[in-house]
């Protein structure tokens, strides 16, 4: 390696060191370790229900779930959102996986918030999002069952 070269990996090295420094000073520690490093990121090879909305802010959101018998088996997400809503998106899963769908639908702003150690004023908006997608992708789970069921 030259020494440019190691002149540039030193000085993008420093920058990335900086950036992630200054995004835990603006949120923390958990919350900068969600968004570059998510939980249930991407879209599962097998899933049967999956639900997408755009925010206030333009960004989408989309969950994809394995859903039977009312248990949420598993959960993940694809954002072109900002980090914010990565680390939501990617805690709303941690908190819904596993769990029954009754119990989803009760996940509150204010436990998402806490659970992630709290977002700065002004960042909420993703919470709601990703509460907004998790009750519509449960209640078009319930449709289709209760269709079926009814056929």
């Given at each position: 390696m030259g020494?440019?070269?190691?002149n540039i990996?030193?000085?993008?090295?420093?920058?990335?060191e900086?950036?992630i420094s200054?995004e835990?000073?603006?949120?923390?520690?958990y919350?900068?370790e969600l968004?570059h490093?998510?939980?249930?990121?991407?879209?599962?090879?097998?899933?049967?229900?999956?639900?997408?909305?755009?925010?206030?802010?333009n960004?989408?959101?989309?969950f994809f779930?394995q859903?039977?018998?009312n248990?949420?088996?598993?959960?993940?997400?694809?954002?072109?959102?900002?980090g914010?809503t990565?680390?939501?998106a990617?805690?709303?899963?941690?908190?819904t996986?596993?769990k029954?769908i009754d119990y989803?639908?009760?996940?509150?702003?204010?436990q998402?918030?806490?659970?992630?150690?709290g977002?700065?004023?002004?960042?909420?908006d993703?919470?709601?999002?990703?509460?907004d997608?998790?009750?519509?992708?449960?209640?078009?789970?319930?449709n289709?069952?209760?269709?079926?069921?009814t056929?």
């Open positions: 020494k440019n070269e190691k990996d030193d000085f993008v090295e420093k920058l990335q900086k950036i200054n835990i000073e603006d949120f923390n520690d919350i900068v968004f490093n998510p939980k249930n990121w991407g879209k599962p090879s097998q899933f049967n229900v999956s639900f997408k909305k755009k925010g206030i802010r960004d989408s959101l989309e779930a859903i039977k018998n248990m949420i088996q598993n959960i993940n997400f694809l954002t072109d959102g900002c914010v990565i680390a939501t990617s805690q709303i899963t941690l908190l996986q596993g029954t989803a639908k009760k996940i509150t702003i204010e998402v918030n806490r659970s992630l150690g977002l700065p004023e002004g960042h909420k993703s919470i709601e999002l990703g509460l997608v998790l009750k519509e992708l449960i209640n078009k789970y319930q289709v069952t209760f269709g079926e069921i056929k």
